[in-house]
């Protein structure tokens, strides 16, 4: 029996490499995990993406470990979470993955609102994962992320070992303070973006920002209907997390409230925007769960 190493890697790999080249350059001693070969492969053929109902998500991987899904919020991408300094601690022991969601990074950006319904982004998830051969996944959203991660918890909750929602609840919701925030002149919204986000900013992330469709991102900012019904359902392990000057405090905590295997801490003096930056706060608590939730699953 050949000792079972997993690796991943991103670069050096040539379009024609298939599993069995692969494995006749490697000594015997070395096994590689099938959802790494496919990772390989896919470095191969170029820019990671998978083709959902006609729809192109773009998604990264980093890191060695159990599978973990991070999903941005409105505005965000996968990259957001590198620029925050999530994934330099998380792919130490996670393989961490990347999503940008449609309509948002380099993922296709209908304009029709048709094409953001909730089923449809929660699918978006489970083709990246079905791409990367991943049977089940620790998932983490903040905000428009942590509202799909209530529509997988509905839809497919046999994908997901636990979930993590930062400043999102399940619960109806008037969308049409984040509609103000998409102005279609773009001088207005490159004001707007400077007046919400201010030292914030890098100049990178400014530029990213800047780049947004926003015909898309109106598109995808749709009044929301309640998802609570899941909630009862929802026991396996859970951590919710809120700035205590989110106007979303309250239903977070009603969340938390509803939840029969949940873990809840908030942030002092932190709004929507402010709190996923404190990544010195929110990731302890993260590894701190995360950890207990595979300690716990081993034991099982």
Request: hydrophobic share 40%; glycine share 8%; proline share 5%.
């Amino acid at each position: 029996m050949r000792s079972g190493i997993c690796f991943l890697t991103h670069c050096g790999i040539g379009a024609r490499l298939t599993k069995r080249a692969i494995e006749a350059a490697l000594d015997d001693r070395v096994t590689i995990c099938a959802s790494q070969l496919q990772c390989l492969a896919r470095w191969g053929r170029g820019m990671p993406f998978v083709t959902n109902q006609g729809v192109r998500i773009h998604y990264e991987t980093i890191g060695n470990g159990p599978a973990l899904v991070l999903h941005h919020g409105t505005f965000g991408s996968g990259a957001t979470w590198i620029d925050l300094g999530y994934v330099d601690t998380l792919k130490a022991d996670h393989q961490v993955i990347l999503p940008d969601s449609r309509g948002h990074g380099q993922s296709d950006k209908p304009h029709d609102p048709t094409a953001y319904d909730l089923a449809l982004r929660t699918s978006d998830v489970l083709a990246v994962l079905d791409d990367l051969g991943i049977q089940k996944a620790d998932y983490f959203g903040y905000s428009l992320g942590g509202w799909i991660g209530f529509g997988l918890a509905k839809h497919a909750p046999d994908r997901f070992r636990s979930f993590i929602f930062g400043g999102s609840h399940p619960y109806a919701e008037n969308m049409q303070p984040f509609r103000d925030l998409m102005p279609r002149d773009r001088d207005a919204f490159a004001a707007m973006v400077d007046q919400i986000f201010g030292d914030r900013l890098t100049a990178v992330i400014r530029t990213r920002l800047l780049a947004s469709d926003l015909d898309a991102l109106r598109a995808l900012t749709q009044d929301r209907e309640s998802n609570a019904d899941v909630l009862p359902s929802m026991t396996m392990p859970c951590l919710l997390f809120v700035g205590e000057l989110d106007p979303r405090l309250a239903q977070v905590r009603q969340c938390a409230s509803e939840l029969p295997n949940v873990t809840f801490f908030s942030l002092p003096e932190c709004d929507h925007v402010a709190t996923p930056a404190r990544c010195d706060f929110v990731i302890p608590h993260l590894q701190a769960f995360l950890s207990k939730v595979h300690t716990d699953n081993w034991r099982c």
